[in-house]
């Protein structure tokens, strides 16, 4: 069955028009009752008073009828007989008007009848007329005797009609009262049934309408209040006020979502701040922070009242591990530095990570112990950081370099501070790891220099002045010269000759490592064709190079261009450079070797020695650390070693190289254990390419004269 529900603008119309008709209704009955109260107050008025009186006029009329006939009689001259009889006949004309208007009153409706009036008026008047007909005679005057007594049964006929119409008229009256009266009452009852209606028709207003806005009204006031979860009344409603509460159910929804998004704004923003100035891994302030209690703490040393030094801490060899072991181990190494840090220095320090494995702590104290409180903190970091790490199975061993700048003695602003303790953390590095430095005014200078030198070296570069040497490499079994080493060497006019482990390392920190292999390794190429078919060449390639997909192919064009031979040319990769992207290497030498390249394994026994990348990659040679071999001449351990690996490669079937070679009996021990190659002063120093000519030459003859 459907059921049909009304809209609140239906039942407001319905309402409306329900409280309308009431008050028509009322009207209409009043109108109604008040217009039967008026016909019969009419009634009165037009017939029953008005025939009460023309009856009173016509018993006057009557009564003067008999004055004027009475005078006819009693004229002494013929004009006062003629004159009473002309009044007389005017007052009989109006009595007959009179009787007529009489009847014209009521009409064929009920009235007081005039039947005895009419036959004791006929009476009268035809007595009257008989005696006018006579002479005045005795006869005629005994006759008015009876003529008046005629004229008095008239006259109480009249009279009689006039009670008899006062009896009806009070008759429609008390009838007239009664209307009224029972007007009165319907119209009472009509209007209290309408109040009683009009009573209903407000409380369901104010059920169905009223009160629900109120409902929904006091919701809104407890949302608009900050009450979010408030139940919604009149929700389960079709109408108007139901749209309007699911509405605010759907604002009050909002409301709660948009609160929660403010809390999560609000815990976002909060975190923000937190993280703004606190390092996420270890709890530890970061830079900005760092820089800010940097900045009050000079204030108080421009006071006079303190003094301050800053000590950069950054981590020895710390980016291997983090290789090798995972990052999420690598965090768990930076958290127990932090930790350690947090021990070694005192409570007052500000110990902050600068980001990546960078530390620093920042001290403030009196002006004339600062220098030897921070020389105690730097060497209890170093020390704490020395002891062994062990999370989990896993054992590691680290150092750092530390770097100390000291206000007001250094510096009085932020920057000048930071810039100084790096200064002094890059000294303490290159001067050995494990130990911590002051600044000074000189490791400025040669901080300029050194950016002198990254200038001039990218000029270098981009000139090609940075030349080709070689080192030759000799078989040691049958003392031919197997090929040569390219060594790069760069002599620089003003600040002369530039040692390979300084511009070397300093192209791979400025970005142009890659154009200075490049350079150098087609100058090379097109140099060495003049050897002939058996020389070969050897190239190193740096580990970020080998990051490179495009390595390859564009070592292999290269070659193309300068048309040398890919089988006459070895490629160096030290173990370091296999560690950050494994995929990418073995593509990268799969691809060379594909194509006729060798690959070697340099400074074997430096790094890890890891016996994974043996297996992993297949190399044609491994080199042998010169480390190993120099030490042969006078530490027979490290003879043992090298031993060692030569018994291991040569069960892999890997060629041997040894680099270092500088004494006929380390050569001879190398050759009896199996070493295949041999590279090292003893067979000559990196050379240019005449003098390495020359050296070939006379290597061939030598041969040929044996």
């Given at each position: ?6 809209s ?14 009431i008050?028509?209704?009322l ?24 025939g009460?009186r023309?009856l009173?006029?016509?018993?006057d009329?009557?009564?003067?009828f ?13 004009e006062?007989r ?6 007389a ?6 009595i007959?008007?009179l ?11 009920p009235?007081p ?8 008026l ?9 005696w006018i007909?006579?002479?005045p ?13 005629l004229?008095?049964?008239a ?36 209007s ?27 919701a809104f ?8 979860y ?13 749209v ?12 709660q ?8 704004t609000?815990a976002a ?6 993280l703004?100035?606190q390092?996420?891994?270890?709890g ?6 760092l820089?800010?209690?940097l900045?009050?703490?000079?204030e108080r ?12 801490v950054d ?9 090798l072991?995972g990052?999420r ?13 947090r021990?070694?220095s ?8 600068l980001?990546g494995d ?9 002006p ?10 730097a060497?209890?970091?170093l ?11 896993r054992?590691?061993?680290?150092s ?5 700048s ?7 602003d932020v ?6 303790a790096?200064i ?5 590095k290159?001067?050995?790891r ?11 200078e040669d ?7 990254e200038?001039a070296l990218?000029?270098a ?24 080493e390219?060594?790069s060497r ?11 482990d ?16 490049w ?8 140099e060495?064709?003049?050897w002939?078919a058996q ?25 193309e ?8 040319l070895d490629?160096e990769?030290t ?9 990418t ?7 060379l ?9 340099d ?7 890891s ?6 990659f297949?190399?044609?040679?491994v080199?042998i650390?010169?480390s190993f ?14 031993d060692a690996?030569?018994s291991?490669?040569?069960h892999l079937?890997?060629?041997?190289v ?13 050759a ?6 041999g590279?090292?002063?003893y ?5 240019t390419?005449?003098?390495a000519?020359k ?12």
């Amino acid at each position: 069955m459907t059921s049909f529900r009304f809209s609140l603008q239906a039942q407001l119309a319905l309402f409306i028009g329900a409280f309308l008709a009431i008050v028509l209704g009322l009207a209409l009955l009043s109108t109604l009752s008040l217009r039967a109260v008026d016909a019969k107050t009419d009634a009165l008025a037009s017939k029953w008073i008005d025939g009460t009186r023309i009856l009173g006029e016509l018993s006057d009329r009557v009564s003067e009828f008999r004055i004027a006939e009475t005078y006819r009689g009693l004229a002494e001259t013929e004009e006062d007989r003629i004159a009473a009889e002309r009044r007389a006949a005017e007052h009989r004309r109006i009595i007959d008007e009179l009787r007529r208007d009489y009847l014209s009153l009521f009409g064929a409706g009920p009235r007081p009848s005039l039947t005895k009036f009419d036959e004791a008026l006929a009476a009268y008047l035809a007595g009257h007329d008989a005696w006018i007909a006579r002479a005045p005679d005795a006869a005629a005057i005994k006759d008015v005797t009876a003529l008046h007594q005629l004229y008095r049964a008239a006259d109480e006929a009249v009279d009689a009609a006039i009670d008899e119409l006062k009896w009806s008229a009070r008759a429609e009256a008390e009838t007239a009262a009664r209307v009224t009266e029972g007007a009165l009452k319907t119209t009472l009852l009509a209007s209290a049934l309408a109040l009683a209606l009009a009573a209903w028709l407000l409380f369901r207003v104010k059920e169905r309408i009223t009160r629900p806005l109120a409902a929904i009204t006091a919701a809104f006031t407890e949302l608009a209040s900050g009450k979010h979860y408030v139940e919604v009344p009149e929700i389960g409603r079709d109408d108007e006020i139901g749209v309007m509460a699911k509405s605010l159910d759907v604002f009050r929804a909002n409301a709660q979502a948009l609160e929660r998004a403010h809390e999560a704004t609000r815990a976002a923003q909060e975190h923000a701040q937190i993280l703004a100035r606190q390092d996420s891994l270890t709890g530890l302030p970061n830079r900005r922070m760092l820089v800010a209690d940097l900045h009050a703490a000079i204030e108080r040393v421009e006071d006079g009242a303190t003094a301050c030094a800053l000590l950069f801490v950054d981590l020895d060899r710390f980016k291997p591990i983090n290789d090798l072991e995972g990052h999420r181990f690598g965090d768990a190494v930076l958290c127990e530095i932090a930790r350690r840090l947090r021990h070694a220095s005192r409570k007052s320090d500000v110990v902050a990570r600068l980001g990546g494995d960078e530390f620093a702590i920042l001290m403030e104290m009196t002006p004339a112990t600062h220098m030897d409180q921070a020389m105690r903190v730097a060497g209890r970091a170093l020390s704490a950081i020395a002891e062994p790490i062990e999370i989990g199975e896993r054992r590691v061993e680290l150092s750092a370099s530390i770097g100390v700048s000291l206000c007001p003695e250094n510096g009085l602003d932020v920057s000048t501070l930071l810039r100084a303790a790096d200064i002094a953390m890059y000294h303490a590095k290159r001067d050995g790891r494990g130990r911590f430095r002051f600044f000074e005014q000189s490791m400025d200078e040669d901080l300029r220099r050194r950016a002198e030198l990254e200038s001039a070296l990218k000029k270098a570069v981009a000139a090609g002045d940075i030349r080709p040497y070689y080192q030759p490499l000799v078989d040691l079994r049958d003392n031919r010269v197997y090929g040569f080493e390219v060594l790069s060497r760069w002599t620089h006019d003003k600040l002369g000759s530039i040692p390979p482990d300084v511009f070397i390392p300093l192209a791979e920190q400025i970005g142009v490592i890659a154009e200075l292999t490049w350079s150098v390794v087609r100058r090379a190429c097109r140099e060495a064709l003049q050897w002939g078919a058996q020389v070969r060449l050897s190239v190193n390639v740096s580990p970020m190079q080998l990051k490179d997909p495009l390595l390859a192919s564009r070592l292999l064009s290269t070659l193309e261009e300068e048309r040398f031979p890919p089988s006459r040319l070895d490629v160096e990769i030290t173990e370091s450079a296999l560690i950050d992207d494994v995929d990418t290497a073995r593509a990268t030498l799969a691809a060379l070797q594909a194509e006729g390249v060798r690959i070697s394994l340099d400074d074997f026994g430096a790094g890890y020695s890891s016996l994974y990348h043996l297996r992993a990659f297949h190399f044609d040679k491994v080199k042998i650390d010169r480390s190993f071999v120099l030490a042969m001449q006078h530490d027979e351990e490290a003879g043992r070693i090298v031993d060692a690996i030569l018994s291991l490669l040569k069960h892999l079937g890997v060629t041997t190289v040894a680099e270092g070679v500088e004494t006929v009996e380390v050569l001879r021990r190398l050759a009896e254990n199996g070493c295949e190659i041999g590279q090292g002063f003893y067979f000559g120093k990196a050379m240019t390419i005449g003098d390495a000519s020359k050296l070939l030459r006379r290597r061939r003859a030598d041969r040929r004269v044996a």
